[in-house]
Nanobody
Framework: EVHLVESGGGLVQAGGSLRLSCAAS????????FGWFRQAPGKEREGSAC???????????DYADSVKGRFIMSADNAKNTVYLQMNNLQPEDTATYYC?????????????????WGRGTLVTVSS
């Protein structure tokens, strides 16, 4: 059974940083692509970043325009964990952040294309 467990959310002031982690189990890590999605109250879930080809050095990462230049997604194959380093956080980044996974052969960085989901971790940015 596949499990994705997020951690690292919390309350931070505007301009601050947080690092989210997503520990994956029950799948062959290198065969999957992963994504970070977020959902703010009253809004639809949106993608922040996705990583693919994680069996290759660094992987390939796609970022949403809203987080490009501020967020960095990475993967640690040895720990079966993906990360989202979030810098210069702003109040509009406040949301529940979800980790998701899909087999690499089915890769598409959109919520409808993901196969597995974590339960989410809440990030709150105060002004």
């Amino acid at each position: 059974e596949v499990h994705l467990v997020e951690s690292g959310g919390g309350l931070v002031q505007a301009g601050g940083s947080l690092r989210l982690s997503c520990a994956a189990s029950g799948l062959t890590f290198d065969n999957y692509a992963f994504g970070w999605f977020r959902q703010a109250p009253g809004k639809e879930r949106e993608g922040s970043a996705c990583i693919r080809n994680i069996d290759k050095s660094g992987g390939n990462v796609d970022y949403a325009d809203s987080v490009k230049g501020r967020f960095i997604m990475s993967a640690d194959n040895a720990k079966n964990t993906v990360y989202l380093q979030m810098n210069n956080l702003q109040p509009e980044d406040t949301a529940t952040y979800y980790c998701a996974a899909v087999e690499s052969s089915n890769y598409g960085c959109y919520s409808g294309g993901m196969e597995y989901w974590g339960r989410g971790t809440l990030v709150t940015v105060s002004s």
